[in-house]
């Protein structure tokens, strides 16, 4: 693979800046693309019990015919592993294994993964860099941009964390022919987010590659990774802490972090899957409030239903659910301000806005509904 198969974008933050690589066999090549940003050569791959099998033997080949000095770590797969208790262990191995503040962490994984590594850099040495090796479509496309680290508590998903920049993302589109149909749809999910944000034209090209994409077409798949993070970057570059418009990326999350958190996060419910419903609840949300035409929900919700994503509660056990539940999960939403919950509501496909005048009668009909 030469240099010219590899897309590059960058995330311009100033001193903070970084590239995220596109393209296929970059975990191969990982060694010569990571040692330019690398402040010594020495990292320390992170990985889970899922993705090292397949590919943490290159990964460390790659690293080592570069002349950079591995470790490896790894910890169990899933939604749990993203807890106090793996913060912990994950710190206390990296201080057994004498890192350093000029040790870089790689994170090979999921959003979990990238989550909880970019996280135990952000605190371990009072910061060390990490760089994000994304091996699923929602990371790829979504969580490894950004700089959003966190785990989950017992009150809700990533309520603790911090804003802390990767210094390299490296997006192998190779990868994603080893995941099944299920966290394709996952990643998907945040795909249509940039489309239904701000972006019709993307949407409307979605509607007609979705398919296809999703069955495996690796040019299609590259197209959607580069448009979503090129999007992102965009976006992060504007507004790295979301003080503003960056809030709008949370399209469905407010309702799928409450879905999650109800779900427990047991792997029932993937985080695609609830951004999925979520995105269909702020939609209809919108549509009972009048903001917008029955047209484009219906559009929105017939494409999500024609991939083979969810869009409502049927898939969840969610026979015990209240409106009540749900309502003091989303109170406890990173976006609350002086108690008011904050909402991505919009007027069509292409038109989110941020909006704190929902009420909360509106909010218990709509759950109510939902849960019926």
């Not at 398919?211 to 992060?236: F, M």
């Not at 792997?267 to 999925?276: I, K, S």
């Not at 995105?279 to 029955?294: E, I, R, V």
Request: proline share 3%; hydrophobic share 40%.
């Amino acid at each position: 693979m030469t240099a010219s198969n590899i897309s590059t974008l960058r995330v311009d933050l100033g001193d903070r800046s970084y590239d995220i690589k596109v393209g296929s066999g970059l975990i191969e090549r990982a060694g010569e693309l990571m040692a330019p940003v690398l402040a010594r050569p020495r990292v320390v791959i992170i990985t889970d019990d899922n993705v090292a099998p397949l590919y943490l033997d290159a990964l460390t080949k790659s690293l080592n015919a570069a002349h950079v000095q591995t470790d490896a770590i790894t910890v169990p797969a899933g939604e749990q592993t993203k807890s106090f208790a793996q913060l912990e262990s994950l710190s206390e191995k990296l201080l057994e294994l004498k890192v350093e503040r000029t040790t870089t962490l790689v994170a090979l994984g999921g959003g979990v993964i990238g989550d909880l590594v970019g996280f135990t850099a952000s605190v371990t040495l009072r910061g060390i860099p990490f760089i994000q090796v994304p091996t699923t479509l929602l990371a790829q496309v979504d969580s490894s941009v950004g700089g959003k680290t966190g785990i989950n508590t017992r009150f809700g998903k990533n309520l603790v964390g911090a804003f802390y920049q990767p210094k390299l993302v490296l997006a192998d589109t190779e990868v994603l022919n080893t995941l099944d149909r299920r966290q394709l749809l996952a990643g998907y999910a945040e795909v249509l987010k940039y489309g239904f944000i701000d972006d019709p034209d993307f949407f409307e090209w979605l509607e007609i590659n979705g398919k296809p994409l999703l069955g495996g077409d690796i040019g299609l798949r590259r197209e959607a990774v580069l448009s979503s993070c090129g999007a992102k970057a965009r976006v992060v570059a504007e507004d790295e802490f979301e003080k503003g418009k960056r809030a709008l990326l949370n399209l469905g999350h407010t309702f799928g972090h409450a879905l999650e958190a109800e779900s427990g996060y047991g792997g029932g419910l993937l985080h695609g899957e609830a951004v999925a419903i979520g995105t269909a609840m702020a939609f209809d949300l919108s549509h009972k409030l009048g903001l917008c035409d029955g047209q484009d929900f219906g559009r929105a919700v017939a494409h999500m239903k024609s991939v083979g994503l969810p869009t409502d509660f049927s898939t969840l056990n969610a026979k015990d659910w209240t409106v009540d539940a749900l309502m003091n999960h989303m109170s406890r939403d990173k976006k609350v301000e002086g108690g008011t919950m904050t909402f991505i509501m919009v007027k069509g496909i292409g038109k989110s806005f941020i909006t704190q005048d929902i009420r909360e009668d509106d909010l218990r009909q709509l759950l109510a509904r939902w849960l019926s």
